[in-house]
């Protein structure tokens, strides 16, 4: 049987298996390519190496270059004993806020801490007053 929808279904069929093979082989070349990319320095608690490839000017790959720059900032508002280093660390969470150093998470949990200390450290200074 040789009618011509039949002959034009096998040439089109004839196209797509090369299409498809031009694109397995492109895929595998890609592979390649990618398998010899370097890769995140980072290191597990396991010991072992993160096999993600490193961003281009970073050692870390996309995810731990982001959980690196998510870190909490550290921020030394020394001891809360009196009023007055209460104060100083306030004049530090607000120098943090303006210079960009805490987002608007940190900053209100922060906060919330001093209020506590504040609010613990006023209760025991009128009970040893009374």
């Given at each position: 049987m040789n009618f011509p929808e039949h002959m034009l279904f096998a040439e089109a069929l004839r196209e797509y298996e090369q299409q498809r093979a031009a694109q397995a082989e492109l895929?595998?070349?890609?592979?390649?390519?990618?398998?010899?990319?370097?890769?995140?320095?980072?290191?597990?608690?396991?010991?072992?190496?993160?096999?993600?490839?490193?961003m281009k000017d970073s050692t870390l790959c996309y995810m731990h270059d982001r959980l690196e720059k998510a870190k909490a900032a550290?921020?030394?508002?020394?001891?809360?004993?009196?009023?007055?280093?209460?104060?100083?660390?306030?004049?530090?969470?607000?120098?943090?806020?303006?210079?960009?150093?805490l987002d608007h998470r940190q900053v209100a949990q922060a906060s919330a801490d001093q209020k506590v200390i504040f609010e613990i450290e006023c209760g025991s200074a009128d009970r040893a007053v009374s």
């Open positions: 895929a595998r070349k890609n592979l390649e390519k990618a398998q010899l990319a370097a890769r995140c320095e980072t290191i597990h608690l396991d010991g072992s190496r993160c096999g993600s490839p490193k550290k921020l030394d508002l020394g001891p809360m004993e009196d009023p007055d280093s209460i104060q100083v660390a306030i004049k530090k969470l607000q120098t943090a806020v303006i210079d960009g150093t």
